[in-house]
């Protein structure tokens, strides 16, 4: 029976490696496996999933107003892999649910944005997928990282801004809760003593 998983974790938790890792394992299987990455995100240039620990794939990008039950690529797929899913709309996971009725699909991606709040296709995704697996990785000081934290270009912490900016080990960083409290804490001691 063919399922929606979705597998999240924070910003370096290896998620683009754990797909390219199982994609190779289904591709040794002999299954024809179909590989799809919103356009939104252009760090790796057109039509390629990387992990930064230097493993990559071809994959099919898609726009956001995209049907992904009219890809035609779909029919001949055996499973469906999706990187950096929190891009999906809704109406492209529930496009993916409705192939899960003979095809199952893999999604890979962040929960949650540098303000702590749901990205749309992570919302539904956690409303329609059948299987929620967290991928974990550490902060710094080697607890459990669960904050995205964003940082400017001269390296101050931000906490407004839109959602989506794309960016890698230069922009975000995985924090424990502790590790981000402090981190907001010296921030506004900062702007107090400023003012």
Same mark, same amino acid.
């Given at each position: #029976?063919?399922?929606?998983?979705f597998k999240y974790g924070c910003m370096n938790s290896s =998620?683009? !490696?754990?797909?390219? #890792? /199982?994609?190779?394992?289904?591709?040794?299987?002999?299954?024809? @496996?179909?590989?799809?990455?919103? *356009?939104?995100?252009?760090?790796?240039?057109?039509?390629?999933?990387?992990?930064?620990?230097? /493993?990559?794939?071809? +994959?099919?990008?898609?726009?956001?107003?995209?049907? /992904?039950? *009219?890809?035609?690529?779909?029919?001949?797929?055996?499973?469906? #892999?999706?990187?950096?899913?929190?891009?999906?709309?809704?109406?492209?996971?529930d496009q993916l649910y409705e192939i899960t009725m003979h095809?199952?699909?893999?999604?890979?991606?962040?929960?949650?944005?540098?303000?702590?709040?749901?990205?749309?296709g992570s919302k539904r995704l956690i409303e329609r997928a059948?299987?929620?697996?967290?991928? *974990?990785?550490? +902060?710094?000081?080697?607890? *459990?990282?669960?904050?995205? @934290?964003?940082?400017?270009?001269?390296?101050?912490?931000?906490?407004?801004?839109?959602?989506?900016?794309?960016?890698?080990?230069?922009?975000? =960083?995985?924090? +424990?809760?502790? +590790?981000?409290?402090?981190?907001?804490?010296?921030?506004?001691?900062?702007?107090?003593?400023? !003012?």
């Amino acid at each position: #029976m063919s399922r929606l998983y979705f597998k999240y974790g924070c910003m370096n938790s290896s =998620k683009s !490696a754990n797909l390219l #890792m /199982i994609r190779h394992n289904y591709v040794e299987q002999g299954f024809r @496996v179909l590989l799809l990455k919103p *356009k939104v995100d252009t760090r790796d240039g057109d039509n390629i999933i990387r992990s930064r620990i230097g /493993i990559e794939a071809e +994959c099919l990008m898609i726009d956001g107003d995209v049907d /992904i039950l *009219k890809l035609p690529e779909i029919d001949s797929s055996d499973i469906i #892999m999706v990187d950096e899913a929190q891009f999906l709309t809704s109406a492209q996971v529930d496009q993916l649910y409705e192939i899960t009725m003979h095809t199952n699909v893999l999604c890979f991606g962040l929960l949650t944005d540098f303000r702590q709040q749901l990205f749309e296709g992570s919302k539904r995704l956690i409303e329609r997928a059948e299987s929620l697996m967290e991928i *974990k990785t550490v +902060c710094k000081c080697g607890a *459990k990282a669960t904050v995205n @934290v964003r940082f400017s270009e001269d390296g101050r912490l931000l906490t407004e801004g839109e959602q989506v900016d794309i960016g890698g080990n230069d922009r975000y =960083k995985a924090m +424990c809760k502790y +590790c981000y409290a402090k981190a907001l804490k010296e921030v506004k001691e900062s702007k107090e003593r400023q !003012a």
